[in-house]
Nanobody, 122 residues
Framework: QVQLIESGGGLVQAGGSLRLSCEVS????????MGWFRQAPGKEREFVSG????????YYADSVKGRFTISRDYAKKMVYLQMNSLKPEDTAVYYC???????????????WGQGTQITVSS
């Protein structure tokens, strides 16, 4: 059993910052890529950011590039998403996800978190 537990969501004004955290608990894997996705009301879930299994390469959606930063702590089995200069269009439920294996970019997650709401007011 694998659990991804997110924290750090909430309400923030436009231009503000938030930091999301996600902890992987339960069964562990030797190699896995980690990432964040989001889903706004009435829209499909979309990729936001990912970090490869080795932690050496990061990926960002064009809409968040330059504003969001992903990082991971192997020892703590955590992944973080620092979100700066938030915009109302960043409002969504944010999901942590992992894809097992020697994966460069997370595209087909095996496991998902329960999601955390981010609301950016204008």
């Amino acid at each position: 059993q694998v659990q991804l537990i997110e924290s750090g969501g909430g309400l923030v004004q436009a231009g503000g910052s938030l930091r999301l955290s996600c902890e992987v608990s339960g069964r562990t894997f030797s190699n896995y890529a980690m990432g964040w996705f989001r889903q706004a009301p009435g829209k499909e879930r979309e990729f936001v950011s990912g970090i490869n299994w080795g932690g050496s390469t990061t990926y960002y959606a064009d809409s968040v590039k330059g504003r969001f930063t992903i990082s991971r702590d192997y020892a703590k089995k955590m992944v973080y998403l620092q979100m700066n200069s938030l915009k109302p269009e960043d409002t969504a439920v944010y999901y942590c996800a992992i894809q097992t294996g020697v994966v460069m970019k997370i595209v087909a997650p095996n496991y998902w978190g329960q999601g955390t709401q981010i609301t950016v007011s204008s």
